[in-house]
């Protein structure tokens, strides 16, 4: 050990107890900020997992549709959409990056339970179901799941059957006939409100529409009524099989989502017209790989003429990237008060340390020791302090997490409904472990040098008459 | 009073008119007052003077740790003001030694490890480090307390340990300030006469500030200064 660190980790065992002081502040903003750290990855990936199971990674749409379309989705349909699937799935760029590829269709209306006359405007969404439920199944992070798979509720090849939000079922009056718990009973009022002149209008007009919808059978499952203007601009009517309500985390959209088989959205969206896709959603088997599948696609749009553009999860659902950023502004905030107390708590020991060795650095100096060599001394303490804090409350933050990951603790982290096993993310946290340890030390080192800078300053024979 | 200048044999200091004037409590003093004098070399040479006659800024000044207000000082020929700070440092760690009156030993080095200190500082290499580090404890007779920290040695011991660090390297100059002020008589005595034999043995040249009659009894050249200018100096025959 050279002599440097030899006099550097004994005077931090000279005073024991101070040394420990500093190297327990150390370790506890390592501590802090690593458990933070590996709460909001955790968070922040379960959030991403959450919307890419949902909306996949990339939707293709119409020029113009993310911007204009959402008003009017009939009028940006992709007429060519198995053509435009064919040329992604067969790419052999995307090929390999592609998990689902998938058409959609999106719309809104109003949903109608005419058995207790409810109706609420809805936002519906027309899936291929085997391609929901293999996007379900996308978990890049390996996150655990709460409860046990539940078996589909919409299949291929059952074209009038979806899926509700359990707000919407209960505005429905769905309740009983879900078996859905925690539903407050409809008061007599609403159980049989006074039938308004639009609610008959929407009746008459679905018994002259609803014939063929009908008569796919539902199995015994209740019925809604779904009533949205074609592209045409014409009033139509298609019924669903209501197979399951589904909680959605948000308020707004659990009182407003109908999840249904393609056909019957585009069904109901172009009646006897072309039958289009809204939207194409692509489902990478990786994150990371969505730059180069969108540029990619840019590509292959631009080669083939096509009037096509492409976003991403976090520019469909904005909350993703607010979240990440307040969580970042939180973690900053957390690492700027962990580092401030870091910067005093070093400054304050080795200033201390300073003050008691005056003599001791003046005789250095007369040995022959230069300034920049007393400076060297006391940053190297203030840097194995940062070493064995940084140290320490790094591995007593893998120690809680460890804990808390074996707690069996769970919540219910924004924009879901159920909840789910909390975890502190400690695998693929190389970066914040090495970022955690390596500012600190360095902070601790930078603190060390403001008394070290006074130290080498001191004149040699000031210093030794200092008793 | 008697001056020698450029007397006989080469010298290991040579101050011309050096003053050193500093503040004190916004009162202006003047430690040093013109002196101009030689040191011979290999000698064992002592500064004598009442407290307060200026005799410690003047081993301060020649132990190149402080620096003269006017006036030019020659420390083993080399013209300190003419260094940078590095080069004063690098030339007090090659050619002078201290031994301070309270010892100031590193507290947590033991005895081996303050005496092997000022080689370190000198990049000597380790065989021939641990060599003369184990040479000279056996010098002062610290063999057995090789492993012992400062806060385990007696005054003395600690004061056989600061001389056996301030020559292990070989100095040219070993400067002592009042280095048996803080022992018994005893044990002064005992101090003294090691350091007799080792200037000696090491044909070093030592410069003590005192008043102990006991160790002006020791000394070769002896400069009695009052007031911070040299009032006597006399030479015992080599």
């Given at each position: 050990m050279s002599l440097l660190l030899k006099i550097a980790s004994r005077n931090i065992l000279r005073n024991g107890r101070r040394s420990l002081m500093t190297t327990l502040a150390i370790a506890v903003g390592a501590s802090a900020m690593l458990l933070f750290g590996e709460y909001l990855a955790f968070m922040i990936l379960g959030l991403q997992t959450t919307m890419v199971q949902r909306i996949g990674h990339l939707t293709v749409s119409r020029q113009g549709y993310f911007e204009l379309g959402s008003g009017n989705p009939a009028a940006y349909g992709i007429s060519d959409y198995r053509e435009v699937m064919k040329l992604i799935e067969d790419d052999p760029v995307l090929k390999p990056m592609l998990n689902v590829a998938t058409p959609n269709v999106t719309l809104f209306g109003i949903a109608g339970n005419f058995d207790v006359d409810a109706s609420k405007t809805f936002f519906g969404s027309g899936v291929v179901p085997s391609d929901r439920e293999r996007m379900k199944q996308w978990n890049e992070y390996g996150f655990e799941r709460t409860a046990p798979a539940q078996a589909p509720?919409?299949?291929?090849?059952?074209?009038n059957r979806g899926v509700i939000g359990v707000g919407l079922a209960r505005i429905l009056g769905l309740c009983e006939r879900l078996k859905l718990g925690d539903c407050p009973a409809r008061s007599a009022a609403a159980a049989a409100p006074p039938v308004s002149r639009a609610v008959k209008d929407f009746t008459e007009l679905a018994k002259g529409d609803l014939e063929a919808t009908r008569?796919?059978?539902?199995?015994?499952l209740p019925r809604i009524d779904l009533l949205a203007a074609t592209a045409g601009g014409a009033p139509n009517v298609v019924s669903l099989y209501v197979a399951r309500a589904e909680p959605q985390g948000v308020k707004e959209l659990d009182d407003s989502y109908v999840v249904m088989p393609l056909g019957l959205a585009q069904q109901l969206l172009y009646g006897r017209g072309e039958h289009k896709a809204v939207g194409i959603v692509l489902q990478l088997h990786r994150t990371g790989d969505i730059p180069a599948a969108r540029a990619r696609l840019a590509a292959l749009f631009k080669a083939h003429g096509l009037d096509l553009e492409v976003h991403d999860f976090s520019e469909l659902q904005p909350v993703y990237k607010q979240i990440i950023g307040m969580m970042g502004a939180i973690f900053s905030f957390i690492a700027a008060i962990m580092g401030v107390i870091v910067l005093f708590t070093v400054v304050n020991t080795m200033s201390m340390s300073v003050m008691e060795r005056v003599n001791e650095i003046g005789t250095t100096r007369a040995l022959g020791v230069r300034r920049a060599g007393i400076r060297r001394q006391f940053v190297a303490e203030g840097l194995l302090l940062g070493i064995l804090g940084a140290s320490a409350g790094l591995l007593a933050g893998a120690a809680i997490a460890y804990a808390v990951n074996h707690a069996g603790l769970s919540w219910t982290p924004p924009m879901q409904a159920r909840p789910v096993p909390l975890r502190l993310l400690s695998s693929g946290m190389q970066a914040l472990v090495i970022g955690v340890w390596l500012g600190l030390v360095a902070l601790a080192t930078l603190a060390a040098l403001i008394p070290a800078n006074r130290a080498a300053r001191m004149q040699v024979v000031d210093a030794l008459r200092h008793v | 009073m008697s001056t020698q200048e450029g007397?006989?044999?080469?010298?290991v200091a040579r101050l011309r008119e050096v003053v050193k004037t500093y503040d004190d409590e916004g009162l202006r003093v003047t430690?040093?007052?013109?002196m101009t004098f030689d040191i011979p070399r290999q000698r064992f040479a002592m500064i004598v003077g009442p407290s307060g006659s200026g005799k410690t800024t003047l081993l301060n000044l020649l132990g190149c740790i402080d620096t003269p207000s006017s006036g030019r000082i020659e420390v083993c020929g080399q013209d300190?003001?003419?260094?940078s700070d590095n080069e004063v440092s690098d030339f007090r760690s090659r050619y002078i030694g201290f031994i301070f009156q309270n010892f100031n030993l590193i507290p947590v080095l033991s005895a081996y490890e303050n005496v092997e200190y000022p080689l370190l500082l000198l990049g000597t290499g380790a065989a021939e480090r641990r060599e003369r580090t184990e040479s000279m404890l056996e010098s002062v007779g610290l063999t057995a307390q090789r492993e012992h920290r400062p806060s385990q040695l007696s005054g003395g011991q600690k004061q056989r340990v600061a001389i056996a660090r301030a020559l292990v390297k070989g100095p040219e100059l070993v400067l002592a300030d009042e280095p048996t002020a803080n022992l018994d008589s005893h044990t002064g005595a005992a101090i003294i006469e090691l350091m007799r034999r080792v200037q000696h043995e090491l044909a070093a040249t030592f410069i003590f500030s005192t008043h102990d009659p006991q160790l002006i009894s020791h000394a070769e050249e002896t400069y009695t200064i009052r007031d911070g200018k040299l009032i006597e100096h006399r030479s015992e025959a080599a």
């Amino acid at each position: 050990m050279s002599l440097l660190l030899k006099i550097a980790s004994r005077n931090i065992l000279r005073n024991g107890r101070r040394s420990l002081m500093t190297t327990l502040a150390i370790a506890v903003g390592a501590s802090a900020m690593l458990l933070f750290g590996e709460y909001l990855a955790f968070m922040i990936l379960g959030l991403q997992t959450t919307m890419v199971q949902r909306i996949g990674h990339l939707t293709v749409s119409r020029q113009g549709y993310f911007e204009l379309g959402s008003g009017n989705p009939a009028a940006y349909g992709i007429s060519d959409y198995r053509e435009v699937m064919k040329l992604i799935e067969d790419d052999p760029v995307l090929k390999p990056m592609l998990n689902v590829a998938t058409p959609n269709v999106t719309l809104f209306g109003i949903a109608g339970n005419f058995d207790v006359d409810a109706s609420k405007t809805f936002f519906g969404s027309g899936v291929v179901p085997s391609d929901r439920e293999r996007m379900k199944q996308w978990n890049e992070y390996g996150f655990e799941r709460t409860a046990p798979a539940q078996a589909p509720a919409m299949t291929d090849a059952e074209p009038n059957r979806g899926v509700i939000g359990v707000g919407l079922a209960r505005i429905l009056g769905l309740c009983e006939r879900l078996k859905l718990g925690d539903c407050p009973a409809r008061s007599a009022a609403a159980a049989a409100p006074p039938v308004s002149r639009a609610v008959k209008d929407f009746t008459e007009l679905a018994k002259g529409d609803l014939e063929a919808t009908r008569a796919a059978p539902g199995g015994g499952l209740p019925r809604i009524d779904l009533l949205a203007a074609t592209a045409g601009g014409a009033p139509n009517v298609v019924s669903l099989y209501v197979a399951r309500a589904e909680p959605q985390g948000v308020k707004e959209l659990d009182d407003s989502y109908v999840v249904m088989p393609l056909g019957l959205a585009q069904q109901l969206l172009y009646g006897r017209g072309e039958h289009k896709a809204v939207g194409i959603v692509l489902q990478l088997h990786r994150t990371g790989d969505i730059p180069a599948a969108r540029a990619r696609l840019a590509a292959l749009f631009k080669a083939h003429g096509l009037d096509l553009e492409v976003h991403d999860f976090s520019e469909l659902q904005p909350v993703y990237k607010q979240i990440i950023g307040m969580m970042g502004a939180i973690f900053s905030f957390i690492a700027a008060i962990m580092g401030v107390i870091v910067l005093f708590t070093v400054v304050n020991t080795m200033s201390m340390s300073v003050m008691e060795r005056v003599n001791e650095i003046g005789t250095t100096r007369a040995l022959g020791v230069r300034r920049a060599g007393i400076r060297r001394q006391f940053v190297a303490e203030g840097l194995l302090l940062g070493i064995l804090g940084a140290s320490a409350g790094l591995l007593a933050g893998a120690a809680i997490a460890y804990a808390v990951n074996h707690a069996g603790l769970s919540w219910t982290p924004p924009m879901q409904a159920r909840p789910v096993p909390l975890r502190l993310l400690s695998s693929g946290m190389q970066a914040l472990v090495i970022g955690v340890w390596l500012g600190l030390v360095a902070l601790a080192t930078l603190a060390a040098l403001i008394p070290a800078n006074r130290a080498a300053r001191m004149q040699v024979v000031d210093a030794l008459r200092h008793v | 009073m008697s001056t020698q200048e450029g007397g006989p044999g080469p010298l290991v200091a040579r101050l011309r008119e050096v003053v050193k004037t500093y503040d004190d409590e916004g009162l202006r003093v003047t430690a040093v007052n013109g002196m101009t004098f030689d040191i011979p070399r290999q000698r064992f040479a002592m500064i004598v003077g009442p407290s307060g006659s200026g005799k410690t800024t003047l081993l301060n000044l020649l132990g190149c740790i402080d620096t003269p207000s006017s006036g030019r000082i020659e420390v083993c020929g080399q013209d300190v003001a003419a260094l940078s700070d590095n080069e004063v440092s690098d030339f007090r760690s090659r050619y002078i030694g201290f031994i301070f009156q309270n010892f100031n030993l590193i507290p947590v080095l033991s005895a081996y490890e303050n005496v092997e200190y000022p080689l370190l500082l000198l990049g000597t290499g380790a065989a021939e480090r641990r060599e003369r580090t184990e040479s000279m404890l056996e010098s002062v007779g610290l063999t057995a307390q090789r492993e012992h920290r400062p806060s385990q040695l007696s005054g003395g011991q600690k004061q056989r340990v600061a001389i056996a660090r301030a020559l292990v390297k070989g100095p040219e100059l070993v400067l002592a300030d009042e280095p048996t002020a803080n022992l018994d008589s005893h044990t002064g005595a005992a101090i003294i006469e090691l350091m007799r034999r080792v200037q000696h043995e090491l044909a070093a040249t030592f410069i003590f500030s005192t008043h102990d009659p006991q160790l002006i009894s020791h000394a070769e050249e002896t400069y009695t200064i009052r007031d911070g200018k040299l009032i006597e100096h006399r030479s015992e025959a080599a």
